[in-house]
């Protein structure tokens, strides 16, 4: 199972809607995720891709199969087990970036360290090596609300990836931002993925985002409709 950054085997999920309605979000979902691969998920609304994203990232479970991340079976992890791997192994990229207003861009890129109980110079070492990657040297000492979407976004980009983890889930990281902010956001995602071999999984309906991809999973009510490579051949 290890070779494999996230395999998924027969995966279903539905959610009660309260009462006898029931919506099925993924039915018999079959996935295989490399090491390094830079792949988005994409699909119309309603097809499953943040359902998807949630369950790779142990933030939901899987109503049935199994969820293999980093070589753990996600479905035989307890809640506390599910959260020690997110905070180790997995770095999250929101929309909306959720830093914390009252830090720093560099507290807020290291507060996942500071979780981890990395001592302070090892943290701020590691913030300004990544800061000095993405371009937010000399932004150390601001706070969100001074800085631009963009830049906040690679706040958010660099907390995912200060950890080292093995794999990082963006759910639509371009949606807040214009076309230009957006491919200069994907190009230092695309360096990044390239230079750490960190897998990277995206949920998005930007096609920007979709063209940069080096493969490319379209969901329709819930079950993979295609799966492309960038050149356009199909894998599976």
């Given at each position: ?42 699909g119309p609304s309603g097809s499953g891709k943040t359902t998807l994203l949630n369950i790779i990232g142990g933030l939901d479970r899987a109503d049935t199969g199994e969820v293999w991340v980093a070589g753990q079976n996600l479905q035989l992890l307890s809640s506390g087990e599910l959260a020690r ?39 701020r070492k590691r913030v300004e090596k990544l800061f000095s990657e993405i371009g937010l040297t000399g932004l150390e000492d601001r706070r969100p609300v001074e ?90």
């Amino acid at each position: 199972m290890a070779e494999w950054a996230v395999e998924l085997s027969g995966v279903s999920k539905t959610y009660h809607t309260g009462g006898p309605i029931k919506v099925p979000a993924l039915r018999g979902v079959h996935l295989r995720i490399a090491p390094g691969e830079f792949l988005t998920i994409a699909g119309p609304s309603g097809s499953g891709k943040t359902t998807l994203l949630n369950i790779i990232g142990g933030l939901d479970r899987a109503d049935t199969g199994e969820v293999w991340v980093a070589g753990q079976n996600l479905q035989l992890l307890s809640s506390g087990e599910l959260a020690r791997l997110r905070l180790q192994r997995i770095g999250f990229v929101f929309q909306a970036y959720n830093l914390l207003p009252v830090l720093t861009a560099l507290e807020n890129a290291e507060f996942t360290l500071l979780l981890q109980g990395v001592p302070a110079r090892e943290r701020r070492k590691r913030v300004e090596k990544l800061f000095s990657e993405i371009g937010l040297t000399g932004l150390e000492d601001r706070r969100p609300v001074e800085l631009s979407g963009g830049q906040q976004q690679r706040v958010a980009v660099a907390r995912a990836m200060v950890t080292d983890p093995a794999l990082i889930l963006a759910d639509e990281p371009t949606a807040n931002l214009d076309s230009a902010t957006a491919l200069s956001l994907l190009d230092v995602m695309e360096r990044l993925n390239r230079a750490h071999t960190t897998t990277f999984v995206f949920s998005s309906h930007d096609p920007q985002v979709m063209e940069r991809a080096h493969r490319m999973i379209r969901l329709r009510d819930g079950q993979i409709a295609s799966d492309e490579s960038r050149e356009g051949n199909v894998r599976a």
